[in-house]
């Protein structure tokens, strides 16, 4: 699927080791649908986790921008979705 998406933010988690497993980090975008026509757009915020290559390429420069994103994964968390795949192309 693919999808054209505003980023609201750009959010960094990290945790800590626990119970044997290691900790990590996550560097993630917060997006908001900008499917047309608006009524058939996701009402929720999701999230997605940038790739290791596109965080050394993208990190920090998101932020307000449009990305068409390829979903190849949704994973349904506690908070909102979490969208895997690739992003495709940034715009204004």
Known sequence: MIGKFHVYKENHDRWP???????????KLLLMDMTKPPQHALNAICQYRLTDEEKEKHWGQLE????EVAVTDIHIGDKSPLLRGSILSIGQ
């Open 17 to 27: 080791a626990k119970n044997g497993k290691p900790g990590g980090e996550a560097f």
């Open 64 to 67: 307000g921008k449009a990305v």
